[in-house]
Every structure is written in C-alpha cells, then in structure tokens.
Nanobody, 116 residues
Framework: QVQLVESGGGLVQPGGSLRLSCAAS????????MGWFRQAPGKERELVAS???????YAADSVKGRFTISKDNAKNTVYLQMNSLKPEDTAVYYC??????????WGQGTQVTVSS
C-alpha cells in the first residue's frame, strides 16, 4: 500500500524557518487533495494546510501568511514551507490525504520544536 514519509523537522529558534517534505511511495497522489496536520502534546491533531489536485491551497488562520503548502506531482512529494516560526508551532507534523474517506494510515511524522 501507499506509505507516507515525513522529513525536515528539527529544532529552530523563534522567527526561523523550516521546510518539511512528505514523500509518498507507490501510487500517484496528483488525484488526491493533500494536507499537512500537526499534533502538540495534550492537544488534538489539526489540519494546518491543504492543497487540491488543481493546486488550490488552504491554510489555517493560525499559520496563514507564514506557512505555504506546495507539491511536486512528478516526485510524489508535498512540501510545507514554514516561516516566522513561533513556539506555539511546536508539534509533530504529519501529511496525509485531506479527504477523510481517502485517508491513509498515519506515518511517524516529523518533530518541529521552536524554542529559544
């Protein structure tokens, strides 16, 4: 089955930037809307950004203007460019198909820690 592997997380200072990548093995995801999700300790997993097959993007209010989602269909890869990072962005970040009916098993995610 299709597997999703997130990478690019790390420790960064407030105001810094990170670029996350999500590589899909098997299957072409150009037909699916894709999303980035995050989960902080003690909190529910939340959608932070999504992109449709046609390239239309969405970003949650909490990250709007700071995070940008993009994709490369030829590489089966989705990206999340994160700028002006804040401590409250600290979480494990996951990618998956945006539509719940087509959702794949969650991967391990990638840890993003924003701290001085």
């Amino acid at each position: 089955q299709v597997q999703l592997v997130e990478s690019g997380g790390g420790l960064v200072q407030p105001g810094g930037s990170l670029r996350l990548s999500c590589a899909a093995s098997g299957g072409i995801f150009s037909i699916y809307a894709m999303g980035w999700f995050r989960q902080a300790p003690g909190k529910e997993r939340e959608l932070v950004a999504s992109i449709t097959p046609g390239g239309t993007t969405y970003a949650a209010d909490s990250v709007k203007g700071r995070f940008t989602i993009s994709k490369d269909n030829a590489k089966n890869t989705v990206y999340l460019q994160m700028n002006s990072l804040k401590p409250e962005d600290t979480a494990v970040y996951y990618c998956n198909r945006a539509r719940i009916a087509y959702r794949l098993p969650w991967g391990q995610g990638t840890q993003v820690t924003v701290s001085s």
